[in-house]
């Protein structure tokens, strides 16, 4: 079975672009998450949706970052205008309906210049 | 506020030895945890979960045992192996109805000396 699939693995762009991370969640998982993971803050929750309507967006450092689930079968993280403090590696997970346990992607590296 | 946290940021092992990695957790209404595995350059893998009604469950060569007392969560690994280095974290979750967010610890780096 297909885990979590994220794309792309690796992105580098230069500060002020616009940057599009995009998660497929495992087949029947309702729940999906978005983290974001750096050396210094570990990984953080940004947001997550449940049936495709977000939860909790709390985590979402600021107005730069959005996050839209259009359908049970994807979802995206937009960062604009990108800067270089947001270079992480960025991590989508998803859980069954009701079930703590989230299956995690591989992430996706991203550095902004 | 709380959170989860790991009392060793590094633990070496000899091949073969077992491994006890701590996690402390400081919120008293979590009622779920869990342990993910990191290798370098991939995503967190699930190892481990244990309910709060639990103390102490078993899995392949792991085993978590939990003391509500004290809010400690370990996890042993035994006979490690060169391919359990990895950074180990523990998460919790929660007891809030309707929450399925887990709250992460830093991670400990587990390095297996062959």
């Known amino acids: 079975d297909a885990g979590v699939i994220q794309s792309p693995r690796h992105e580098v762009t230069e500060m002020g672009q616009e940057v599009t991370l995009r998660c497929k969640p495992i087949?029947?998982?309702?729940?999906l998450f978005w983290y974001r993971q750096t050396m210094m803050r570990g990984l953080e929750l940004l947001i997550y949706?449940?049936?495709?309507?977000?939860?909790?967006d709390s985590g979402m450092p600021e107005d730069r970052f959005s996050a839209k689930m259009p359908n049970a079968s994807f979802s995206t993280l937009k960062i604009q205008p990108s800067e270089p403090r947001d270079s992480a590696v960025y991590f989508c997970?998803?859980?069954?309906?009701?079930?703590?346990?989230?299956?995690f992607g591989p992430g996706t590296r991203l550095l902004v210049l | 506020g709380e959170s989860v946290g790991l009392h060793l940021p590094t633990l070496s092992v000899q091949e073969g030895d077992n491994s006890i990695i701590n996690c402390a957790y400081s919120?008293?209404?979590?009622?779920?945890f869990i342990w993910y595995k990191q290798e370098s350059g991939k995503g967190p893998q699930f190892i481990i979960d244990?309910?709060?009604?639990?103390d102490k469950r078993q899995g392949q060569r792991v085993t978590v045992l939990l003391n509500k007392t004290v809010k400690h969560l370990s996890l042993q690994i035994a006979a490690t192996q060169p391919g359990d280095s990895a950074v180990y974290f523990c998460?919790?979750?929660?007891?809030?109805?309707?929450?399925?967010?887990?709250?992460f610890g830093k991670g400990t780096k587990l390095s297996v000396i062959p």
């Open positions: 997970a998803s859980s069954f309906p009701n079930v703590e346990t989230q299956y």
């Open positions: 087949s029947g998982h309702n729940s």
């Open positions: 949706f449940n049936n495709n309507v977000p939860i909790d």
């Open positions: 919120n008293s209404a979590s009622d779920y």
């Open positions: 244990i309910r709060s009604n639990m």
């Open positions: 998460a919790e979750k929660n007891s809030g109805a309707g929450s399925y967010q887990l709250t």
